[in-house]
């Protein structure tokens, strides 16, 4: 296993449309995250998995982005009826799920652009 | 509030040495990560410091202070791959990573 990938690497939308990325973790990590990160901030937490559970979503994740890990290995983001803010670059890290030590490590990301 | 301060950006020639400083107020803390971040990719993980004291990993170091809130980012002998921004992060009482904006490293030959 070489690292977490992420599909698609780009992705160019039109306003209104519905959009789904997948992140495919390191396969022996129990947790699994998305974050969005804008040119010149850090990564904004947006969920993370443990497992197949959902355990957090970000307050400010309004409802039209839900996020799936339906049996604990890959996941998938979708955003509805995207809007121009959407525009980010998406990434997804994984981690062993072990309290002491848990680094995450980071896919390439998917970087959408909403016209 | 949840608030990790770094500088926004930093110069250096190639060969020398820079320190990355971060200060942190979170809610707990659980430990401090240090990324690396290239143009266009992904945070590639450096250092993890949870006790007070330096860690060292070739020519990076990391240094935190718990009490003083305070970390910092240590490069030796610059190259010219070592531009990047350079994220601090923060895992708070509740296990959730507070990142920094990141600090954007310019290194000029």
């Known amino acids: 296993d070489t690292g977490v990938s992420q599909d698609p690497r780009h992705k160019i939308t039109k306003r209104g449309q519905n959009v789904t990325f997948r992140c495919d973790p390191i396969?022996?990590?129990?947790?699994l995250y998305w974050y969005r990160q804008t040119l010149g901030q850090g990564p904004e937490f947006l969920t993370y998995f443990q497992n197949e559970a959902q355990l957090e979503k970000s307050r400010l994740l309004s409802d039209r982005f839900s996020a799936e890990r339906p049996k604990g290995s890959f996941s998938t983001l979708e955003i509805q009826r995207t809007e121009q803010g959407d525009s980010a670059m998406y990434l997804c890290a994984s981690s062993p799920g072990d309290r002491d030590t848990d680094t995450q490590y980071f896919g390439p990301g998917t970087r959408l652009t909403v016209l | 509030g949840q608030n990790i301060d770094q500088p926004t950006e930093m110069t250096a020639t190639e060969g020398a040495i820079v320190q990355i400083n971060c200060t942190y107020q979170?809610?707990?803390?659980?430990?401090l990560f240090w990324y690396q971040q290239h143009a266009g990719e992904a945070p590639t993980f450096l250092s993890y410091?949870?006790l007070d004291g330096l860690e060292e990993k070739g020519r990076f170091s990391s240094f935190l202070s718990r009490s003083k809130g305070y970390s910092y980012l240590l490069l030796k002998e610059l190259q010219m791959k070592d531009s990047a921004s350079y994220l601090c992060a923060v895992w708070d009482s509740n296990y959730q990573l507070i990142w920094g904006a990141g600090t954007k490293l310019i290194i000029k030959p």
């Open positions: 979170t809610s707990g803390f659980n430990g």
């Open positions: 410091n949870v």
């Open positions: 396969s022996e990590h129990n947790r």
